[in-house]
């Protein structure tokens, strides 16, 4: 299993707690040297003397979290309670990601109101949902394969924003060109099917302008908070 760059940092687990101190151990590592680092937030854990402490990291232009558990001057990244079965990261990170979620929803629907790069499904009568997807994720490819049931209830954007390889900008691109010439919702989603297919490997490029326009679509949200596809947005919250 892959551990990031901060949890890394962590090659010794004894030293006073505070937060200057474990700012100052994370500033050691020389990767992490030049990085911004504050902590977000302490929550003391139930039943126990330990405390869940949200490190902030601002790096190259980034942003990512990590969580850490501290006892007096004991600190580490991971705290089980055997009675109540319950893995302490995955407790918090469900609350960071819920977070996070909330803050990118709110900005997300600001600019989403300008937005011009999506494909539009549905009665525009009915509730919208905005869907941030990506041809190649297996996950959005399980969210398409539901489309015509979430199209009986709502309308649906659909902003492509791929987190995988140029490939999945290129289908992206593709799908964007060959969507405006769709006669109905049908042809829409058959074209997105096409490209969401897995098994599909050839296919005519498109320009780099084209390609480009997808990437810029990417970056935009992605500096807005966007962490993980398929991320869904309902427009009347």
Request: aromatic share 10%; with cysteine.
């Amino acid at each position: 299993m892959k551990k990031s760059l901060a949890l890394l940092t962590l090659a010794s687990s004894l030293f006073a707690a505070n937060n200057e101190e474990i700012i100052n151990f994370f500033k050691k590592n020389p990767n992490l040297s030049n990085a911004n680092i504050t902590i977000a937030s302490r929550e003391k854990i139930e039943d126990s003397n330990f405390e869940a402490v949200m490190v902030n990291f601002d790096f190259s232009g980034k942003n990512f979290q990590e969580i850490v558990f501290t006892d007096g001057n004991f600190i580490t990244t991971e705290l089980i309670d055997l009675k109540k079965e319950r893995f302490y990261s995955q407790v918090f990170q469900a609350k960071l990601m819920e977070k996070q979620q909330a803050e990118f929803s709110k900005k997300a629907l600001v600019e989403l109101q300008k937005e011009n790069m999506f494909i539009s499904l549905g009665d525009k009568n009915k509730p919208l949902l905005y869907v941030f997807s990506d041809p190649e994720c297996p996950y959005c490819r399980m969210h398409l394969e539901k489309i015509e049931d979430t199209l009986k209830t709502h309308q649906v954007k659909f902003i492509l924003t791929p987190i995988h390889d140029i490939s999945a900008f290129e289908k992206s691109a593709l799908i964007y060109k060959e969507s405006k010439n769709a006669k109905d919702d049908a042809q829409k989603i058959a074209i997105m099917k096409k490209y969401y297919d897995k098994n599909l490997k050839e296919y005519n490029k498109p320009s780099n302008a084209e390609v480009n326009e997808v990437k810029n679509t990417f970056e935009k949200y992605s500096k807005l908070g966007l962490r993980a596809v398929p991320t869904i947005i309902n427009a009347q919250k």
